[in-house]
Protein backbone atom coordinates (compact mmCIF):
# COMPACT_ATOMS: atom_id res chain seq x y z
CA UNK A 1 0.00 0.00 0.00
CA UNK A 2 1.21 3.20 -0.84
CA UNK A 3 1.97 5.34 2.15
CA UNK A 4 -0.46 8.01 1.21
CA UNK A 5 -2.97 8.50 -1.26
CA UNK A 6 -3.10 12.26 -0.86
CA UNK A 7 -3.96 12.46 -4.80
CA UNK A 8 -5.02 10.37 -7.49
CA UNK A 9 -2.38 7.62 -8.88
CA UNK A 10 -1.53 9.22 -12.34
CA UNK A 11 -0.16 6.81 -14.96
CA UNK A 12 3.97 7.17 -14.87
CA UNK A 13 6.61 6.40 -12.27
CA UNK A 14 9.09 7.97 -10.14
CA UNK A 15 12.16 6.44 -9.27
CA UNK A 16 14.96 6.07 -6.74
CA UNK A 17 18.16 4.43 -8.49
CA UNK A 18 20.97 3.64 -5.66
CA UNK A 19 24.28 2.26 -7.19
CA UNK A 20 25.15 -0.29 -4.46
CA UNK A 21 28.94 0.52 -3.67
CA UNK A 22 28.32 0.82 -0.37
CA UNK A 23 25.62 1.83 2.65
CA UNK A 24 23.20 4.38 1.38
CA UNK A 25 24.96 7.72 3.42
CA UNK A 26 23.05 10.92 4.38
CA UNK A 27 23.04 12.38 1.29
CA UNK A 28 21.52 9.14 -0.79
CA UNK A 29 18.66 9.67 2.22
CA UNK A 30 17.94 12.66 1.46
CA UNK A 31 18.12 12.13 -2.04
CA UNK A 32 15.49 9.04 -1.96
CA UNK A 33 13.76 11.01 0.47
CA UNK A 34 12.85 13.80 -1.88
CA UNK A 35 12.36 11.52 -5.36
CA UNK A 36 10.07 9.55 -3.09
CA UNK A 37 7.88 12.84 -1.65
CA UNK A 38 8.00 14.25 -4.82
CA UNK A 39 6.58 11.10 -6.78
CA UNK A 40 3.88 10.94 -4.04
CA UNK A 41 3.07 14.43 -4.19
CA UNK A 42 2.41 13.92 -7.72
CA UNK A 43 0.42 10.82 -7.59
CA UNK A 44 2.98 8.59 -9.26
CA UNK A 45 3.76 5.46 -8.01
CA UNK A 46 7.42 4.81 -6.92
CA UNK A 47 10.16 2.80 -8.07
CA UNK A 48 13.54 1.05 -6.52
CA UNK A 49 16.20 0.22 -9.47
CA UNK A 50 19.42 -0.92 -8.56
CA UNK A 51 22.50 -0.42 -10.27
CA UNK A 52 24.28 -2.48 -9.72
CA UNK A 53 26.33 -2.90 -13.37
CA UNK A 54 29.30 -1.49 -12.16
CA UNK A 55 31.08 -0.98 -8.57
CA UNK A 56 28.81 -3.54 -6.73
CA UNK A 57 29.55 -4.38 -2.89
CA UNK A 58 28.07 -7.60 -1.77
CA UNK A 59 25.02 -7.38 0.26
CA UNK A 60 24.53 -3.51 -0.13
CA UNK A 61 22.08 -3.31 -2.73
CA UNK A 62 19.80 -5.46 0.41
CA UNK A 63 21.19 -3.18 3.40
CA UNK A 64 20.27 0.12 1.53
CA UNK A 65 16.62 -0.99 0.58
CA UNK A 66 16.64 -2.24 4.56
CA UNK A 67 17.50 1.11 5.27
CA UNK A 68 15.26 3.26 3.47
CA UNK A 69 12.44 1.15 4.55
CA UNK A 70 13.88 2.05 8.41
CA UNK A 71 13.21 5.49 7.35
CA UNK A 72 9.67 4.68 6.19
CA UNK A 73 10.18 4.89 2.62
CA UNK A 74 7.89 2.72 0.48
CA UNK A 75 8.20 1.53 -3.09
CA UNK A 76 5.22 -0.24 -5.69
CA UNK A 77 6.96 -2.95 -7.43
CA UNK A 78 9.96 -5.25 -6.14
CA UNK A 79 13.30 -3.73 -6.61
CA UNK A 80 14.64 -4.43 -10.73
CA UNK A 81 18.41 -5.09 -11.05
CA UNK A 82 20.03 -3.25 -13.83
CA UNK A 83 22.79 -6.77 -14.13
CA UNK A 84 19.24 -9.14 -15.05
CA UNK A 85 18.76 -6.54 -17.54
CA UNK A 86 21.31 -7.07 -20.37
CA UNK A 87 18.80 -8.12 -23.00
CA UNK A 88 17.06 -4.85 -22.97
CA UNK A 89 20.19 -2.75 -23.18
CA UNK A 90 21.62 -5.03 -25.93
CA UNK A 91 18.88 -4.76 -28.15
CA UNK A 92 18.06 -1.21 -27.87
CA UNK A 93 21.88 -0.70 -28.60
CA UNK A 94 20.72 -2.90 -32.03
CA UNK A 95 18.44 -0.64 -32.68
CA UNK A 96 20.77 2.49 -32.73
CA UNK A 97 23.26 0.20 -34.49
CA UNK A 98 20.76 -0.57 -37.47
CA UNK A 99 19.75 3.55 -37.16
CA UNK A 100 23.83 3.81 -38.01
CA UNK A 101 23.58 5.75 -34.54
CA UNK A 102 26.85 3.75 -33.08
CA UNK A 103 30.34 3.23 -33.76
CA UNK A 104 33.55 1.49 -32.77
CA UNK A 105 36.00 3.01 -30.55
CA UNK A 106 39.45 1.61 -30.54
CA UNK A 107 40.54 4.43 -28.13
CA UNK A 108 42.07 3.57 -24.98
CA UNK A 109 42.40 6.13 -21.95
CA UNK A 110 45.80 7.00 -22.65
CA UNK A 111 44.81 7.73 -26.49
CA UNK A 112 42.10 9.94 -25.55
CA UNK A 113 44.14 11.44 -23.06
CA UNK A 114 47.39 12.04 -25.70
CA UNK A 115 44.67 13.51 -28.47
CA UNK A 116 45.25 16.92 -29.91
CA UNK A 117 41.98 18.35 -28.60
CA UNK A 118 40.43 20.76 -30.58
CA UNK A 119 39.91 23.82 -28.12
CA UNK A 120 35.99 24.14 -27.75
CA UNK A 121 36.40 20.51 -26.23
CA UNK A 122 36.53 20.38 -22.00
CA UNK A 123 39.60 18.08 -20.94
CA UNK A 124 38.92 14.71 -20.93
CA UNK A 125 36.19 14.78 -23.49
CA UNK A 126 36.48 12.34 -26.58
CA UNK A 127 38.31 14.05 -29.85
CA UNK A 128 36.54 12.08 -32.04
CA UNK A 129 39.29 9.91 -33.47
CA UNK A 130 37.36 6.96 -34.42
CA UNK A 131 34.14 8.17 -35.77
CA UNK A 132 35.05 8.23 -39.33
CA UNK A 133 37.20 5.56 -40.12
CA UNK A 134 37.01 3.47 -43.06
CA UNK A 135 36.76 -0.52 -42.88
CA UNK A 136 40.60 -0.73 -43.55
CA UNK A 137 41.35 1.44 -40.43
CA UNK A 138 38.39 -0.23 -38.37
CA UNK A 139 39.83 -3.50 -38.95
CA UNK A 140 43.61 -2.74 -38.01
CA UNK A 141 41.68 -1.24 -34.45
CA UNK A 142 39.74 -4.30 -33.90
CA UNK A 143 42.88 -6.33 -34.56
CA UNK A 144 45.62 -4.08 -32.55
CA UNK A 145 43.03 -4.38 -29.66
CA UNK A 146 42.74 -8.27 -30.24
CA UNK A 147 46.04 -8.36 -29.39
CA UNK A 148 46.13 -7.07 -25.66
CA UNK A 149 42.58 -9.10 -25.32
CA UNK A 150 40.68 -6.00 -25.56
CA UNK A 151 37.18 -5.77 -27.56
CA UNK A 152 36.03 -2.07 -29.28
CA UNK A 153 33.91 0.19 -27.09
CA UNK A 154 30.78 1.33 -29.15
CA UNK A 155 29.78 4.95 -28.85
CA UNK A 156 27.02 7.19 -29.67
CA UNK A 157 27.48 8.86 -32.73
CA UNK A 158 26.17 12.15 -31.37
CA UNK A 159 24.53 15.03 -33.54
CA UNK A 160 23.91 18.60 -33.14
CA UNK A 161 22.37 19.47 -29.06
CA UNK A 162 19.85 18.46 -26.48
CA UNK A 163 18.25 20.99 -24.56
CA UNK A 164 15.82 19.54 -21.09
CA UNK A 165 13.76 21.13 -18.50
CA UNK A 166 14.50 20.54 -14.67
CA UNK A 167 12.54 21.76 -12.18
CA UNK A 168 15.14 23.90 -10.92
CA UNK A 169 17.43 24.31 -13.24
CA UNK A 170 15.36 25.71 -16.30
CA UNK A 171 16.66 25.19 -19.54
CA UNK A 172 19.71 22.73 -20.38
CA UNK A 173 20.75 23.11 -23.62
CA UNK A 174 24.17 21.02 -24.26
CA UNK A 175 25.91 19.63 -27.19
CA UNK A 176 25.10 15.89 -27.83
CA UNK A 177 28.69 14.52 -27.55
CA UNK A 178 29.63 10.58 -28.52
CA UNK A 179 29.18 9.05 -25.02
CA UNK A 180 29.76 5.64 -24.55
CA UNK A 181 27.30 3.40 -25.14
CA UNK A 182 28.91 -0.05 -24.01
CA UNK A 183 32.26 -0.38 -22.97
CA UNK A 184 35.11 -2.54 -23.98
CA UNK A 185 35.05 -5.37 -21.21
CA UNK A 186 31.18 -5.75 -22.55
CA UNK A 187 29.44 -3.94 -19.55
CA UNK A 188 26.75 -1.44 -20.44
CA UNK A 189 27.56 2.00 -19.99
CA UNK A 190 25.51 3.81 -17.30
CA UNK A 191 23.87 6.54 -19.83
CA UNK A 192 22.51 3.27 -22.21
CA UNK A 193 20.98 1.82 -19.19
CA UNK A 194 19.56 4.15 -17.42
CA UNK A 195 17.74 5.67 -20.49
CA UNK A 196 16.50 2.82 -21.17
CA UNK A 197 14.94 1.54 -18.03
CA UNK A 198 13.63 4.92 -17.33
CA UNK A 199 11.81 3.89 -20.99
CA UNK A 200 10.59 1.10 -19.85
CA UNK A 201 9.48 1.67 -16.52
CA UNK A 202 7.35 4.55 -17.82
CA UNK A 203 9.44 6.67 -15.87
CA UNK A 204 8.06 10.39 -16.20
CA UNK A 205 9.95 12.14 -13.23
CA UNK A 206 13.52 11.82 -12.43
CA UNK A 207 14.42 12.75 -9.49
CA UNK A 208 18.36 12.27 -8.42
CA UNK A 209 21.59 14.51 -7.37
CA UNK A 210 22.58 17.70 -9.35
CA UNK A 211 26.10 16.15 -10.29
CA UNK A 212 24.11 14.44 -12.84
CA UNK A 213 22.68 17.78 -14.40
CA UNK A 214 25.16 17.67 -17.33
CA UNK A 215 24.27 14.05 -18.27
CA UNK A 216 20.73 14.59 -18.49
CA UNK A 217 20.42 16.64 -22.13
CA UNK A 218 22.82 13.61 -23.40
CA UNK A 219 20.52 10.75 -22.03
CA UNK A 220 17.28 13.06 -22.93
CA UNK A 221 18.53 12.52 -26.63
CA UNK A 222 18.65 9.15 -26.37
CA UNK A 223 15.45 8.81 -24.93
CA UNK A 224 14.38 10.54 -28.33
CA UNK A 225 16.20 8.18 -30.67
CA UNK A 226 14.95 5.33 -28.70
CA UNK A 227 11.50 6.82 -29.13
CA UNK A 228 11.33 7.15 -25.01
CA UNK A 229 9.10 9.87 -23.66
CA UNK A 230 11.65 12.33 -22.19
CA UNK A 231 11.07 12.48 -18.49
CA UNK A 232 10.72 15.56 -16.00
CA UNK A 233 13.93 15.93 -14.37
CA UNK A 234 14.74 17.62 -10.60
CA UNK A 235 18.19 17.59 -10.09
CA UNK A 236 18.77 18.03 -6.13
CA UNK A 237 21.43 19.87 -4.49
CA UNK A 238 24.50 17.16 -3.30
CA UNK A 239 25.29 16.71 -0.12
CA UNK A 240 28.92 17.65 0.91
CA UNK A 241 31.18 17.05 3.16
CA UNK A 242 33.86 19.32 5.05
CA UNK A 243 35.48 20.69 2.71
CA UNK A 244 33.19 20.66 -0.52
CA UNK A 245 33.73 17.45 -2.08
CA UNK A 246 30.61 15.14 -2.91
CA UNK A 247 29.67 13.48 0.24
CA UNK A 248 30.52 10.10 0.25
CA UNK A 249 31.63 6.28 1.60
CA UNK A 250 34.96 8.24 3.14
CA UNK A 251 33.38 10.31 4.53
CA UNK A 252 33.36 8.03 7.79
CA UNK A 253 30.57 6.62 9.23
CA UNK A 254 27.71 9.17 8.14
CA UNK A 255 25.66 6.27 7.11
CA UNK A 256 21.83 5.63 7.95
CA UNK A 257 22.91 2.20 9.18
CA UNK A 258 25.78 3.61 11.43
CA UNK A 259 23.75 6.41 12.86
CA UNK A 260 21.05 3.58 13.79
CA UNK A 261 23.90 1.01 15.28
CA UNK A 262 25.04 3.87 17.68
CA UNK A 263 21.19 4.47 18.73
CA UNK A 264 20.20 7.69 16.74
CA UNK A 265 16.26 6.96 16.60
CA UNK A 266 15.08 6.83 13.00
CA UNK A 267 13.12 9.97 13.86
CA UNK A 268 15.87 11.96 14.40
CA UNK A 269 17.63 11.35 11.05
CA UNK A 270 14.55 11.83 8.87
CA UNK A 271 14.03 14.90 11.58
CA UNK A 272 17.83 16.65 10.13
CA UNK A 273 17.00 15.14 6.52
CA UNK A 274 13.94 17.04 6.87
CA UNK A 275 15.15 20.19 8.72
CA UNK A 276 17.82 20.15 5.41
CA UNK A 277 14.95 20.43 3.15
CA UNK A 278 12.82 23.09 4.09
CA UNK A 279 10.46 21.00 6.50
CA UNK A 280 11.85 21.68 9.62
CA UNK A 281 10.37 19.62 12.62
CA UNK A 282 8.79 16.99 11.06
CA UNK A 283 9.79 13.59 12.27
CA UNK A 284 8.34 10.66 9.54
CA UNK A 285 8.70 10.56 6.25
CA UNK A 286 4.22 10.79 6.26
CA UNK A 287 5.15 14.24 7.99
CA UNK A 288 7.59 15.73 5.57
CA UNK A 289 5.12 14.81 2.43
CA UNK A 290 2.51 16.45 4.46
CA UNK A 291 4.25 19.81 4.76
CA UNK A 292 7.04 19.68 1.66
CA UNK A 293 6.85 22.27 -1.00
CA UNK A 294 7.78 20.74 -4.59
CA UNK A 295 8.46 24.20 -5.55
CA UNK A 296 10.72 25.44 -2.81
CA UNK A 297 14.11 25.67 -3.83
CA UNK A 298 16.75 23.40 -1.83
CA UNK A 299 19.93 24.23 -0.45
CA UNK A 300 23.50 22.31 -0.58
CA UNK A 301 23.58 20.50 3.03
CA UNK A 302 26.49 20.00 5.46
CA UNK A 303 26.09 17.40 7.22
CA UNK A 304 29.07 17.91 9.52
CA UNK A 305 28.64 21.27 10.64
CA UNK A 306 25.52 23.67 11.88
CA UNK A 307 22.92 22.18 14.14
CA UNK A 308 22.94 18.73 12.76
CA UNK A 309 22.50 16.46 16.21
CA UNK A 310 23.55 13.06 14.10
CA UNK A 311 27.12 14.14 13.70
CA UNK A 312 27.49 13.43 17.84
CA UNK A 313 26.18 10.13 17.47
CA UNK A 314 29.15 8.31 15.47
N1 LIG B 1 22.90 5.40 -9.76
C1 LIG B 1 23.17 6.80 -9.79
C2 LIG B 1 23.76 7.24 -8.46
O1 LIG B 1 23.61 6.54 -7.47
C3 LIG B 1 21.93 7.62 -10.03
C4 LIG B 1 21.53 7.58 -11.44
C5 LIG B 1 20.21 8.26 -11.76
O2 LIG B 1 19.43 8.53 -10.84
O3 LIG B 1 19.98 8.49 -12.94
O4 LIG B 1 24.41 8.26 -8.43
ZN1 LIG C 1 38.25 6.01 -30.37
Same mark, same amino acid.
Given at each position: ?37 ? *????? !? #???? =???? &?????? /? +? ?78 ? *????? !? #???? =???? &?????? /? +? ?99 ? +? ?52
Amino acid at each position: MPTTALTQVRPGHGRYAPSPSGDLHLGNARTALLAWAY *ARLDG !L #AFLL =RIED &LDRVQP /G +AAERQCEDLRLLALDWDEPPVRQSQRTAHYEAALGRLREGGMVYECYCSRRDIQDSPRAPHLPPGAYPGTCRDLDEHQRA *AGRER !L #AASG =RKPA &LRLRGE /G +ASTIHDRFHGELTLPVDDVVLRRGDGVIAYNLAVVVDDGLQHVTQVVRADDLLSSAPRQAALARLLGYAVPEYVHVPLVLSEDGRRYAKRDGDLTVRALLA +AGCPPEEIVGALAASIGVPGARTADEVLGRLDPAARLEVWWPHTGDSPLTSRV
